[in-house]
């Protein structure tokens, strides 16, 4: 079984060659750090994340802060994302429970881009590079 990293990096690797052979097709060849940018910026299916990874990590930042457990920048984005999404469905059904709202989010709503750094981009694109050369 594959894990939600695996399953995030399959996708995240599906559009790198579908923009590569896109453009590919029309006679460009677009440098790898475009292509990177332009799918980066795209909306993933979903957070790619579990429930009870989601949960401890949302507890953990409400106990101690987001600064002292969450290092990287784009991480923290991607938390207060996950954070918005659950206060939003909360404001909207007041009555319902951080759970069912977390529950929801990971089911049923999506991240705005994919919160990947450019240096993992970078290694996960790095050894499909020869296979995107030759679609």
């Known amino acids: ?8 990096n399959e996708e995240f690797l599906r559009r790198c060659a579908a923009i590569f052979e896109r453009e590919y097709k029309s006679g460009k060849v677009l440098p790898i750090d475009k292509i990177i940018d332009q799918v980066l910026a ?3 299916r979903s957070h790619y994340l579990t429930y009870d990874t989601a949960a401890r990590r949302l507890h953990k930042i409400h106990r101690l802060g987001i600064e002292n457990v969450v290092k990287e920048d784009i991480a923290r984005d991607m938390w207060r994302e996950l954070q918005t999404q659950i206060d939003e469905y909360l404001a909207q059904y007041p009555k319902r429970s951080f759970h069912k709202a977390l529950s929801f989010v990971l089911n049923y709503r999506r991240p705005s881009r994919f919160y990947i750094s450019r240096d993992s981009a970078r290694r996960i694109i790095a050894p499909n590079i020869v296979q995107c050369l030759f679609i």
């Open 42 to 44: 795209m909306q993933p």
């Open 1 to 8: 079984m594959k894990t939600m990293i695996e399953c995030r």
